[in-house]
Structure formats: C-alpha cells, structure tokens
C-alpha cells in the first residue's frame, strides 16, 4: 500500500503520491504568488510539511484537496513577505495565448490588475474553481468550509473583483 | 466593467505555469532523502555555532536564508551533538519544535521530537537543557510539567488510530528533569490491546494539575473518546466517557478524537474533533466540561472554526481559535458566542502548532522553526530565542 508505506517513511511512495497532484498545487501556486521561484519554494516546503504530517492523513481521504490546503497557506505564508508586492506587468509572454484583439488585451490587463489586488481568500477561491476548476465540493474541503460556503465564497470573490475592475477603468 | 467567467479563466491563466522538469527532480531527490526529521534543535545550535566561529558574511546570509525553503538550497547544520562538527546540506526546512508544556507565565518547556528537553524559567529568554527519561527511543510523546520541577512522561500508545506504537510509559521526575522515575502504573494496562469496549485506544495527551491529579486523553476508531484520570500520581487509573454531543453520533470510522485537558481550578475543559470517513478535516470540534476532577464530563459548546482542530483554554470562558488569520476567533462566554479575533499567528501550512498559555496573558506556541510568545493573551506572537543557542 503506497500510503501506508509513505507514512513509513519511504520517499518513492510518497513522490509517487505526490505525483499526480504536484501540478494543480504549483499552478495553485503560481496563481497565488506570480513568482516561479516563490511557486517552487512553496509547493517544496509543503510538500516537506505534508509528508511530515501524513501520519495524520486518513486511509481512504483525498489527497489533493489536503495538499492543496497546505500549498495554499504556505502561499498564504510567502505573500506575507513584502518582496510579493512586487508586480510583474507589461510581460506579454505572461499573459499567454493569442490576444484576440486590442480591447480584450486590454481588459486583460485590467483584470490582471484586478487579481493583483485582490484579497487573498478571494484570490484562493476563484483560482480554485476557475483555474484549477475543482468541483465544489472539493473546493470546500480546500477552503474548511460546506459546499454551499465554498459557492458563497467563489461568488463573493467574483463580486469583490467587479468593484476592483470598475476602480481600474475609471482610473 | 464586469468580467465573465471566461475572461476570469483567462487571467488566471495568464498568472499561472507548468511545473518544470527540474523542479520536479528537485522535489523528487528532496524526498528520497528521507522524511525530514522534526529535530532540528540541535542544528541549530550547531548553525549558531559555525557561524559564529567563522564570522563569515556569506555563511551568514546562508543560515537567514535556511528560514525558508529555497529552490536554490539552504544551508542546515544537523548534528547529534550539542558541539557538533558536520555541516550538511539539506534542500528543507522543517519546524524546531513540536511540543511545550507552560505551567506558568516564565516557566516553559520545549520538547523536540525523538530529540532533548528544554528547560526557560525566565519567558523564554535563556533555555538549558535537561534530560528525558531514559528509554532508547522516545516515540510519540506528550509531557506535562506543574513547574521548574515537577513533571510527567507519557511515551508510546498512540500514533494514528491504529495505535500501533505498543506499551506505554509513564515517567515522572521532580528534580526539574535531572532524573527520571518510570512510575508502577497498577489498575490500568497502559499498553495498547484490545479492550472489553471493543477496538483499541490510542492514548495521549497527559495533563496533570497537581503532584496527584492527572489526565490521559483516549481515543478509538470505533468508540467514545476516553478521558482516564489519577488521584495518586498515576499509578492508578480510571476512565470516564465522552458522551456523544448533539448532533454527532459515534460509529464504526466516525469518532471524536480528544485533545489535551486543560485545568482551570475544579473546571476542566477539553475539545475533541470528529473524524469521519474519508476526510480530514473535522465537521466539528466539540468542547466539554468537567467539574468534579474528571469523574463525568458534559458537553459545553461547539467551536466555531474547524479549520484546525485545537481550542485554545485561556480561562474557563475566554477560548480561541488562531492560527488560520482569515478565520480567528474568540470567545469569552464559554462558547456560547464566539466573534472575530485579530491575532498575527498565522500557523504554517495549515498545520496547526502546539500553543500553550502559562497564564491569562502568557503563551507560547510551536510555529515556523521556532517558538512564539505571546504577552497580551493571544493578539501578538514574538519569536523568542531558540533553546540551545
């Protein structure tokens, strides 16, 4: 068994249950950092920390949505810092894809804007719907709340991000 | 403006990224290393030293570094030896601490995983070490000390709920942990069997109150949690049940699972979170009350946060929830309402710390590498000086 012989301290099996989820936490991490290095440090760090902490991990439980938990406050933890503020525009390879046209580029860049400033629980809830595309109820797991906390959650972000757009387009 | 769900896609994308080969290697190669040991105590008394010798810029800027994991490896001292002399490199940080024991405001004891005792009368500004009891290997363990001097051992009997780590121990020293005595335990077998309730209980969690009065917290997959109790000092032993709390029912996977028992004069108080199927995070963490020295136990209230499982008892009304800053709270009516908190704890990576209060005013906490302290019951956390340097 790969989990029992993770908690046992064999660090193949672990890497191997890591695996699957190691994607969705670093993109997790990316969203919430916008910083390779600090996304990498962060899903490192967790990584360490879940495996320490994986005696408390239940037979049966999901892994994903615990381990992102742990990246998500480890992201939490990182932003802290003040170097996090330091924002990266004007990177068009960042925005990636096609810029379809010049008003949508546009409103991308607001909108880019828009996540900067977002508060961070905001941040969390729309990157996990909408980026990693988490069923809800898993999102809920992620977040410690009900399912129907986690929709009031995703909402609230979504309307915080309305004002903050309407601020950068009047601006 | 109001972006569509489309358009919120998209800039979250454009914020986003693939993992790297290389960092996956990296992370790969980090845990072949093996599980990262939570006793790194004594490295860093080891970085102190090193440092200090070599009064070297670079290594300096080396070891602020080793505070937080870097992609681009931080430097660890880990060695056995209080004098150590290897240096390694290590791609991790891993927290200091695991456990505390606070019997009063400048008293704290500091405990590291498989690792040494630590001794601060004075808030955590100066620590030495004291000796632990005398086994070949202290396993799970929790300790519980009355003061400078007096205090107890509970080795082994509880890991996950399959209890697998064997016969407990129970060690008691009164010479501030110079020597250690194994207590006779007699009317309660200690060691982890099958009992008559059905399913075994994991025990852990020892609090005593006074040189006589004393506490184990017990737990089992397929029963009501089990708060045994001492009136001699712990060689004898009896248990009393926690009851199911409204709403919650015990059954084969689904149980609650008790913390610590905190004393409050004749009030005793401890919370115990469910565990369910499948999940883990609790749907609940329940608290209950005991005033006749843990003879029967009544449930009191419900907690507010189950985003970690652990109620902080500062009195028998004042209790917090820290650690998870968008949710802290408080309650100062013995739960009957709780209300937001503002405390800078923030607990790393979600995983709850040890928080320990010697007093109203006076905590300290696990967190981060290091232990924090608090002087204003909760709301402010200072990183103190880290015990053996």
């Keep these: 068994m790969r989990l029992e012989r993770a908690k046992a301290g064999d660090g193949h099996a672990f890497d191997e249950l890591l695996a699957p989820v190691l994607d969705p936490a670093f993109r997790l991490a990316m969203t919430?950092?916008?910083?390779?290095?600090?996304?990498?440090?962060?899903?490192?760090?967790?990584?360490?920390?879940?495996?320490?902490?994986?005696?408390?991990?239940?037979?049966?439980?999901?892994?994903?949505?615990?381990?992102?938990?742990?990246?998500?406050?480890?992201?939490?933890?990182?932003?802290?810092?003040?170097?996090?503020?330091?924002?990266?525009?004007?990177?068009?390879?960042?925005?990636?894809?096609?810029?379809?046209?010049?008003?949508?580029?546009?409103?991308?860049i607001d909108l880019g804007a828009a996540l900067d400033r977002l508060p961070r629980h905001h941040l969390l809830a729309l990157t996990l719907y909408y980026h990693l595309d988490l069923p809800m109820d898993e999102v809920a797991r992620v977040l410690g709340c009900s399912s129907g906390g986690a929709r009031q959650r995703v909402h609230r972000a979504l309307a915080a991000l309305r004002p903050a757009m309407a601020v950068e387009v009047d601006a | 403006m109001t972006p569509d769900e489309r358009e919120v896609r998209r800039a979250l994308e454009a914020r986003s990224g693939e993992v790297s080969p290389e960092f996956r290697a990296r992370l790969s190669g980090a845990l072949q290393d093996g599980r990262p040991s939570t006793n790194a105590m004594p490295a860093a008394a080891a970085a102190m030293a090193i440092i200090l010798a070599l009064g070297s810029v670079g290594i300096l800027l080396m070891a602020r570094g080793a505070n937080r994991v870097s992609h681009q490896g931080p430097v660890i001292v880990t060695s056995p030896s209080p004098t150590p002399t290897i240096v390694q490199k290590v791609p991790i940080y891993v927290p200091l601490f695991n456990q505390l024991s606070a019997p009063s405001g400048n008293v704290v004891w500091a405990w590291v995983a498989d690792g040494r005792l630590y001794r601060s009368t004075d808030f955590g500004n100066t620590w030495e070490e004291r000796s632990?009891?005398?086994?070949?290997?202290?396993?799970?363990?929790?300790?519980?000390?009355?003061?400078?001097?007096?205090?107890?051992?509970?080795?082994?009997?509880?890991?996950?709920?399959?209890?697998?780590?064997?016969?407990?121990?129970?060690?008691?020293?009164?010479?501030?942990?110079?020597?250690?005595?194994?207590?006779?335990?007699?009317?309660?077998?200690?060691?982890?069997?099958?009992?008559?309730v059905g399913g075994e209980t994991c025990?852990?969690?020892?609090?005593?109150?006074?040189?006589?009065?004393?506490?184990?917290?017990?737990?089992?997959?397929?029963?009501?949690?089990?708060?045994?109790?001492?009136?001699?000092?712990?060689?004898?032993?009896?248990?009393?049940?926690?009851?199911?709390?409204?709403?919650?029912?015990?059954?084969?996977?689904?149980?609650?699972?008790?913390?610590?028992?905190?004393?409050?004069?004749?009030?005793?108080?401890?919370?115990?979170?469910?565990?369910?199927?499948?999940?883990?995070?609790?749907?609940?963490?329940?608290?209950?009350?005991?005033?006749?020295?843990?003879?029967?136990?009544?449930?009191?209230?419900?907690?507010?946060?189950?985003?970690?499982?652990?109620?902080?008892?500062?009195?028998?009304?004042?209790?917090?929830?820290?650690?998870?800053?968008?949710?802290?709270?408080?309650?100062?009516?013995?739960?009957?309402?709780?209300?937001?908190?503002?405390?800078?704890?923030?607990?790393?990576?979600?995983?709850?710390?040890?928080?320990?209060?010697?007093?109203?005013?006076?905590?300290?906490?696990?967190?981060?590498?290091?232990?924090?302290?608090?002087?204003?019951?909760?709301?402010?956390?200072?990183?103190?000086?880290?015990?053996?340097?």
């Design chain 2, 203 to 389: 025990k852990q969690g020892i609090s005593f109150t006074d040189p006589l009065h004393g506490y184990i917290s017990a737990w089992g997959a397929n029963r009501h949690p089990i708060i045994y109790r001492t009136l001699d000092g712990g060689l004898n032993w009896a248990g009393a049940t926690l009851t199911d709390p409204p709403g919650f029912v015990t059954q084969t996977g689904t149980y609650l699972r008790p913390g610590p028992v905190s004393a409050f004069g004749s009030t005793l108080l401890v919370y115990a979170w469910s565990e369910q199927p499948g999940e883990w995070m609790p749907a609940s963490v329940y608290i209950f009350r005991a005033t006749d020295r843990g003879s029967t136990w009544s449930y009191l209230a419900k907690s507010f946060d189950i985003a970690f499982h652990t109620v902080t008892f500062l009195t028998t009304s004042r209790w917090l929830q820290i650690g998870n800053q968008a949710s802290d709270q408080e309650t100062t009516d013995a739960g009957k309402t709780w209300h937001p908190f503002t405390s800078d704890y923030v607990a790393a990576a979600g995983l709850p710390g040890v928080i320990a209060f010697g007093d109203e005013l006076v905590g300290y906490s696990t967190n981060r590498g290091g232990i924090y302290r608090t002087v204003d019951g909760g709301a402010h956390w200072v990183k103190v000086k880290t015990p053996g340097t």
């Design chain 2, 132 to 196: 632990q009891p005398p086994v070949p290997r202290v396993g799970n363990a929790d300790f519980s000390f009355l003061n400078a001097q007096e205090g107890w051992f509970l080795i082994g009997g509880a890991n996950q709920p399959q209890c697998f780590e064997g016969r407990a121990q129970i060690w008691h020293t009164t010479d501030g942990a110079a020597t250690w005595r194994k207590v006779p335990i007699d009317g309660w077998n200690l060691s982890y069997t099958s009992d008559s």
């Design chain 1, 32 to 108: 919430m950092l916008k910083d390779r290095g600090a996304a990498e440090d962060a899903v490192q760090e967790a990584a360490l920390k879940a495996w320490r902490a994986l005696g408390r991990f239940r037979t049966g439980a999901e892994l994903r949505p615990w381990f992102l938990a742990i990246v998500a406050n480890e992201c939490r933890s990182a932003r802290r810092g003040r170097w996090w503020r330091v924002l990266r525009f004007g990177d068009a390879g960042q925005l990636g894809g096609a810029v379809a046209s010049d008003r949508s580029w546009a409103e991308r």
